[in-house]
Nanobody
């Protein structure tokens, strides 16, 4: 089993930045990649960003140039740096970990509002 703990969410104003983190523990091997999804208040879910074990990154179109996903560090913590946040980025952000199966965190709320 892999346990994931997310942190770093919060309330910010449009144009501001946040960095959310995801720390994996437990049976972290094998590792194939990590990523983030978000669930909007409407209930719709959307892939935000992903990074494979070889470093290949993928971003949802609306966050390209604003969000950056990083590789997990030695502590198995990966980050999603979110800049120039918009109200439409408001969502519950979940990280996932691809190992022997896909594991999910509990989510961290990001709210962008005046």
């Amino acid at each position: 089993q892999v346990q994931l703990v997310e942190s770093g969410g919060g309330v910010v104003q449009p144009g501001e930045s946040l960095r959310v983190s995801c720390t994996a523990s437990g049976r972290i091997s094998p590792y194939y990649g990590m990523g983030w999804y978000r669930r909007f208040p409407s209930g719709q879910a959307q892939m935000v960003a992903s990074i494979k074990a070889d470093g290949a990154r993928n971003y949802e179109e609306s966050v390209k140039g604003r969000f950056t996903i990083s590789r997990p560090n030695a502590n198995m913590t990966g980050y999603l740096q979110m800049n120039a946040l918009k109200p439409e980025d408001t969502a519950l952000y979940y990280c996932y970990y691809k190992g022997s199966q896909t594991y999910w965190g509990q989510g961290t709320q990001v709210t962008v509002s005046l």
